[in-house]
């Protein structure tokens, strides 16, 4: 039984400064703009050998005119469904507000156990501000410092007090982690929530509605993983303000945790150079890729269209040509589950091991058939392949002169291996050593 912690309050009462601060990670975007925060966010803490998730909410407003606002309190709405306790943060320098009043209503009709966190009580006489809040009759109020880190024992103390289980330490070791990256407005958000079935990601057709990556975890096919849904990421000159920079980084680092990543392009703009980098990056790290053609309702078919969008994608992608395409619409529900079915093969494809004694019965007659050059007089031979422990397919050749292999001949290799053995969607690697 997993162990839930909801954090939740107005906007700029310091939330994601003590959610950052329990999972020790700089982990959601701070900013003293309001609702910077705009989904719930996840993450896991640890306090005295109890492992609990917490969730950081957007900022709850109401009143407001902001398209964003309504999306936030259903948002926060889930959050307080979804949570074993709830912490409620409130400002000790602001007093009670008439928001914090709204909110402390709709946190009573959860009936879950609630903290109230008095923040900004960096010194002992601002504590004395927090008494105020003990009018909103939910129960005991714990002044505490996010930013220093004060009074944050006693509240984690009393909270760990109502947990029904210890928790579990890693719930994600081993669950492959699949990105959804690609630009802004491609379509990612929907795909992500045409897949979860629930809102789980704010959507709005404004450029960059999704500033954080945002894992979400998903069973499909008996298979269990994690799907890591993304801001767009821009072109550099397009990232103007702070925040989008740090999405840029977020989608950068999304990609670095994922297993495999589905770039999503968009059909009626075909693929781009911004593409075509987050492909080769995810090359050099080794990832495995998948990618999908979303809005493909939109365009005008006839019967060579696909193959003629396939070609054009795969010219811009010379040389890797190895990576699985498919065309969807995240609208209509359209091939989004083969997406999702392709990356869960792929991870298969990535973590396999392939025995050295099948490696050799394959790839030595292919060798014999088709022998390296020979350079400057001296003659190639391979004697032994292995696979190699790696986080991608690195498949080794022992060889006499290691440094004489040529890059068209490497070329050949890699073709028969991936001939003979399923490595789709993942990058192989080639190592030559001296047997």
């Known amino acids: 039984m997993a162990n839930i912690v909801a954090i939740v309050g107005r906007p700029n009462v310091g939330k994601s400064t003590f959610f950052n601060r329990l999972i020790e990670k700089r982990q959601a975007i701070m900013d ?11 993450g896991y803490a640890e306090w005295t050998g109890k492992y609990f998730t917490v969730i950081d909410t957007g900022g709850y407003v109401t009143g407001s005119e902001d398209k964003f606002e309504t999306e936030i309190r259903k948002q926060v709405a889930l959050a307080l469904e979804e949570a074993s306790a709830i912490i409620f943060m409130v400002d000790c320098r602001d007093g009670i507000t008439g928001f914090d ?66 928790g579990v330490e890693d719930p994600n070791a081993g669950i492959p982690k699949i990105s959804i990256l690609g630009r ?51 072109k550099k000159s397009k990232v103007h303000e702070d925040v989008e920079f740090y999405s840029v980084l977020r989608s950068l680092k999304a990609l670095e945790e994922s297993d495999v990543c589905i770039v999503v392009l968009d059909a009626e703009r075909k693929m781009e150079s911004q593409d075509v980098n987050i492909i080769s990056l995810a090359e050099r790290q080794g990832k495995g890729m998948v990618i999908m053609v979303n809005k493909w ?64 019965e394959v790839m030595l007659p292919e ?5 390296p050059p020979a350079i400057k007089g001296k003659f190639i031979q391979i004697k032994y392949i292995t696979q190699v422990n790696a986080r991608f397919p690195s498949i080794a050749f022992f060889c006499n002169h290691p440094q004489y292999i040529q890059p068209a001949y490497e070329r050949y290799l890699e073709n028969k291996i991936r001939e003979h053995f399923d490595f789709e969607g993942v990058p192989v690697r080639l190592i030559f050593k001296k047997k």
């Open 297 to 360: 309702d939109l365009v005008e078919k006839d019967s060579k269209t696909a193959e003629s969008f396939r070609k054009e994608i795969m010219e811009k992608l010379a040389p890797i040509d190895y990576i699985p395409i498919i065309f969807a619409s995240a609208l209509n529900k359209q091939r989004i589950f083969q997406v999702v079915e392709k990356a869960v093969q792929v991870y298969g494809n990535k973590t396999k091991k392939i025995p050295t004694s099948q490696l050799n």
């Open 101 to 166: 009043k709204d909110f402390a209503n709709i946190i009573r009709t959860s009936k879950k156990p609630v903290f109230i966190a008095a923040n900004k009580a960096d010194t002992p006489d601002k504590s004395i501000y927090a008494a105020e809040f003990y009018e909103l009759a939910l129960g005991e109020v714990y002044p505490i410092s996010a930013e220093n880190g004060s009074g944050t024992g006693e509240l984690l103390d009393a909270l760990v007090k109502v947990f029904p289980s210890e």
């Open 32 to 42: 003293d703009m309001p609702g910077v925060t705009r989904d719930r966010h996840y």
């Open 184 to 234: 802004p407005n491609v379509g990612k958000s929907s795909l992500l929530n045409a897949l979860l079935g629930t809102e789980r990601s704010i959507v709005t057709d404004e450029a960059g509605t999704t500033r954080d990556a945002i894992h979400s975890h998903y069973k499909m096919y008996n298979q269990n993983f994690i799907l890591i849904d993304t801001a767009g990421i821009r």
């Open 367 to 371: 060798i014999e058939r088709y022998p």
